[in-house]
């Protein structure tokens, strides 16, 4: 089982305007600590909590994110590597003791980094902090396994299963690690192993209060932010590629391409693939998928009317679409990769203002979508995508800023039910993949004539290859 490898004879047009406004990112992060200081800036604070915007070790705003962008640039041009290797050799600097976890955070997030520079180079670049930084996440994964296989009671939080902090997104970390002769230990692969493992339970049918549901579920005590549990006081069902099923779908048929299957593995593909095949809903427009699922929604014997979505990476078809493409790739299933194919084109189908997209960046942005509709066009040759990749690419452009300090901005509403409650945005200064400039500029490296690397593409942080 391997993954359809992308078709070099579909390149997407080059637009000049995506040449000028990847250099003009790549220039504005070159200093780290230029950007500490603007990203960081008192005056730079996400509205509604009030959090920095600068995360010196994630890849979501910090320098691994940085360091992911131009190390796609020295694929064509080795004197990006230079730049880069500040903002690795700074965010190990800066490493603590006790990092933070998940895969946009700490050891993790770095080791993302330097892995992409070492495949840019072919060299073996930073093998000694490759291979500690390895047995740091694999060790922790093994210990954050052991608490999750210690609960007793039916449900899980999203730390369990998650992209963004959860088993599924360092679990596809360590699908490299094994993968590589300086970073692979027996460590790396009994939790590579041990993940499969806990991902394909997680799968399994539980029964919450005498009702059949998927072990996925995440309870009230369970959710993330007070608003969380006051939307869903029994409980949801995630569907989004960021926080929800989609994300271990992505691992579980990565992993069986490159070899790596345990008991059960592909009985839970075809689990979560139906389930989420299944959560199609539509519009005059075609299938789209919503973003969570209610208690309620899920044990009704009809499916409801309408809910919300976004078009967006972290939610809605792009993000869905990516792991049934993929899933259906690796294991020959036509149905899934029909539902994803369809799943888009009922997205580029719709008016631009039903996206529900906030600005130019990647998580629920404009660039997530046109990185998916790039992805799985050149993966599967579909025109309609690969033209929907352009055309959104475009309106991503329509967004740079010269006199903003990175190029692009993040662009956040002033509300914190989104753009639900908006009266506007805010503009803030953001420098990583997946909320800031340097996550944009990677979007754009296939419409500047910069075809990206496969070996440990970017877009792997994103689940997306």
Request: charged share 15%; hydrophobic share 45%.
């Amino acid at each position: 089982m391997t993954v359809t490898p992308l078709d070099p004879t579909l390149p997407v047009a080059v637009l000049p305007e995506a040449q000028a406004a990847v250099q003009l990112v790549a220039e504005r992060l070159a200093d780290p600590d230029a950007v500490a200081r603007i990203a960081d800036a008192d005056g730079n604070r996400e509205p509604i909590f009030q959090a920095s915007m600068w995360g010196p070790l994630t890849l979501s705003n910090g320098l691994p994110g940085i360091a992911l962008l131009y190390a796609e640039l020295a694929r064509a041009d080795s004197r990006w590597l230079s730049v880069a290797h500040r903002h690795v050799q700074r965010a190990a600097q800066l490493m603590s003791s006790a990092p933070a976890r998940g895969l946009h955070a700490g050891p993790a997030s770095l080791l993302t980094a330097a892995q992409s520079c070492a495949a840019a180079t072919g060299t073996g670049q930073y093998a000694t902090l490759r291979r500690n930084l390895a047995a740091w996440v694999s060790t922790d994964q093994l210990r954050r396994l052991d608490g999750f296989a210690a609960r007793t009671e039916p449900g899980v939080p999203w730390a369990a299963y998650d992209v963004i902090n959860g088993m599924s997104g360092t679990g596809r970390l360590l699908l490299d690690v094994v993968n590589d002769p300086v970073e692979d230990s027996p460590a790396a692969r009994q939790a590579l192993d041990r993940t499969l493992r806990h991902l394909v339970r997680l799968s399994e049918t539980i029964r919450v209060d005498g009702v059949a549901v998927p072990g996925w579920w995440v309870p009230c005590d369970q959710q993330p932010i007070k608003q969380d549990q006051e939307a869903y006081p029994r409980g949801d069902f995630n569907l989004g590629l960021a926080h929800g099923a989609a994300g271990p779908l992505t691992l579980l048929s990565l992993a069986a391409s490159a070899g790596h299957e345990v008991p059960g593995q592909r009985d839970a593909v075809a689990r979560i693939a139906d389930w989420l095949a299944g959560w199609a809903l539509s519009d005059d427009a075609g299938v789209y998928w919503p973003c969570r699922v209610s208690w309620d929604e899920q044990v009704a014997t009809e499916p409801p009317g309408g809910s919300f979505t976004r078009t967006a990476w972290c939610y809605g078809a792009p993000g869905v679409a990516s792991a049934l493409y993929l899933a259906g790739d690796v294991h020959d299933v036509g149905a899934w990769r029909r539902a994803a194919l369809d799943g888009l084109h009922a997205a580029l189908a719709r008016p631009e203002q039903r996206w529900h997209l906030d600005g130019p960046t990647v998580c629920h942005g404009s660039a997530g979508f046109a990185q998916a509709l790039w992805r799985i066009g050149t993966a599967s040759g579909d025109p309609v995508l690969l033209a929907g990749a352009e055309r959104v690419a475009s309106q991503v452009l329509g967004f740079l800023d010269p006199q903003a300090p990175f190029g692009f901005a993040h662009l956040v509403p002033d509300s914190p039910r989104g753009w639900q409650d908006a009266t506007g945005y805010r503009a803030l200064n953001v420098a990583g993949v997946l909320e800031g400039a340097a996550g944009v500029a990677c979007t754009l490296l296939p419409f500047a004539g910069s075809a990206p690397g496969t070996d440990r593409a970017w877009d792997r942080c994103l689940a997306l290859s």
